[in-house]
């Protein structure tokens, strides 16, 4: 038996193609994801078209309208698996990621392309005129696909990773033996009447291969990485979620105890809903201070005061102060997810502390907000939450046990060079304080006071600025502290 190239070539190219669409297929229902979709449609019309070309030459002429259906469906497959190639290319690479310009441009113009195929398929089978389709594939979509796959190539090199080394050796290795295929099948030396010695399918064929061994390395690198990225995600999921869930159990613990006791003063009823809207925001308050920084014993004290109300049916004020206080910790939220934010910004902040803090002492501080500063100066860039500990200090250290009239004051000027910000408060003083509280709270404050110098320190490496603090004690005429902030203009007006 003769042994033809063609021939033999032709089973290897069904046979890889049928392998990949099928572990293809398989893959993407699995995962979810476009890249196999569409690598599935490509290489499975694909395979159809090799399919049918072993029918092409023997379709018969006899039966026109027949004839015409059969071919303008042979080339409209190859229609099909082009643009096919092209969104995958899209998906496999992440080009919407990378090169999000070329890929709006790249899937526009595919469709653009796809659609007017279409348009010319059913003109052609209308008019039962074959040819027309035939003429439009050759000197239409052909060159302008072509066009579109040399854009492809050179645009891969500059998406990051290994990936881009696969597809671009599959696919200028096809479009390379495709492209010699159908330049040989323009030569009337071959006898396209015989498939099995019509040479250009041979280069055809080899292209067909070598595209779909590199693809198989590309689709299984591609696997790999994403395995990689959730096995990781999963671990550090597992991880955060034990952790939290340690965390929060012990607070839930000893919360849970607490409410036991109300429990024999109310409804059954009663002490279940105060219990699961309880349990509900110290759930959410214990991820607020992992993700802003906030003092723990601020939200616990907030949260029974919410709680207190609640027993005490005051459905009012609790809702109020819930409000009051889950804006500030959605504020905290966004403030800790950036690097810094405005003086602006940060009053408001301020405001709605010492409002929250100032109902657990009904409403007995004096808080005011003094600018004479710009709008401008307002504007200014400094790190976030970087003025609550003082104001925190000057609430709980100095005004907290003082028995006259509590006066809390943040004043703001500018001058040509800086920004001043000062926190007044005519408290008991450091020196009173330090002789009042315990060991613990004194190491708690100092080691507060250390973090945020270590704050702006690194804040003012980072982003090339000099802002700074000092605490100044008042003993006469009055007692208190004044903490004095700068923030440096230099940058901001050159």
């Known amino acids: 038996m003769e042994f033809y190239p063609v021939h033999f070539l032709w089973h290897i190219a069904t046979a890889t193609l049928f392998l990949m669409s099928l572990y293809t297929i398989i893959i993407g229902i699995r995962t979810k994801l476009k890249t196999f979709y569409w690598y599935f449609i490509y290489s499975f019309f694909l395979l159809i078209y090799i399919q049918l070309q072993s029918f092409y030459f023997e ?6 309208v027949s004839k015409t259906l059969y071919v303008v469906f042979h080339w409209f497959v190859q229609v099909i698996y082009n643009c096919a190639y092209s969104f995958f290319f899209i998906y496999l690479l992440d080009v919407k990621t990378h090169l999000p310009k070329f890929a709006r441009f790249l899937k526009n113009s595919i469709i653009g392309l796809f659609s007017f195929s279409v348009l010319m398929a059913i003109i052609s089978i209308f008019l039962n005129d074959d040819q027309l389709f035939v003429q439009f594939f050759h000197y239409g979509f052909t060159p302008i696909i072509s066009i579109l796959g040399v854009a492809v190539l050179i645009k891969l090199w500059q998406i990051p990773g290994s990936l881009k080394v696969f ?33 250009p399918m041979v280069f055809f064929y080899i292209g067909v291969i070598i595209e779909q061994i590199c693809f198989g390395f590309a689709l299984g690198y591609f696997t790999d990485q994403i395995n990689q990225k959730y096995r990781k995600t999963i671990t550090q999921n597992l991880n955060l979620k034990s952790k939290h869930n340690k965390e929060l159990k012990e607070k839930l613990n000893k919360q849970s105890n607490r409410l036991k006791q109300l429990s024999l003063e109310a409804e059954e009823k009663k002490v279940a809903l105060v219990k699961s809207e309880y349990e509900s925001k110290l ?4 991820l607020s201070s992992l993700q802003s920084k906030m003092n723990p014993h601020f939200i616990f004290n907030a949260l029974n005061s919410i709680k207190a109300f609640l027993i005490e049916n005051d459905k009012r004020k609790a809702v109020n102060y819930m409000n ?12 800790s997810r950036v690097d810094h934010t405005t003086l602006e910004e940060e009053l408001e902040i301020l405001k709605l502390y010492v409002d929250i803090e100032n109902t657990r002492f009904n409403n007995e501080i004096d808080f005011a907000i003094q600018n004479s ?7 200014i860039d400094l790190p976030p939450l970087i003025l609550q500990p003082f104001i925190e200090n000057a609430i709980w250290h100095g005004l907290a046990t003082s028995e006259k009239s509590k006066k809390l004051c943040v004043k703001i000027s500018e001058t040509q060079n800086y920004v001043k910000v000062e926190i007044d408060d005519n408290g008991i003083g450091r020196q009173q304080s330090f002789a009042s509280k315990k060991e613990n709270r004194l190491k708690k404050k100092s080691m507060g006071m250390r973090m945020t110098q270590e704050r702006l320190n690194v804040y003012n490496d980072r982003f090339d600025k000099n802002y700074s603090f000092e605490i100044t004690d008042k003993i006469h005429p009055e007692t208190g502290t004044l903490v004095s902030v700068y923030f440096t203009l230099d940058k901001l007006n050159s």
């Open 283 to 286: 759930n959410e308050s214990r």
């Open 59 to 64: 379709i018969s002429s006899e039966v026109q």
């Open 373 to 379: 500063a710009s709008q401008k100066a307002l504007k």
């Open 167 to 199: 597809f671009f050796i599959g696919g200028l290795s096809y479009m390379s033996f495709a492209l010699v295929a159908l330049i040989l099948s323009k030569i009337n030396t071959y006898n396209a009447d015989d498939l099995n010695t019509f040479v």
């Open 324 to 335: 009051r206080f889950s804006k500030l910790v959605r504020k905290i939220l966004e403030s």
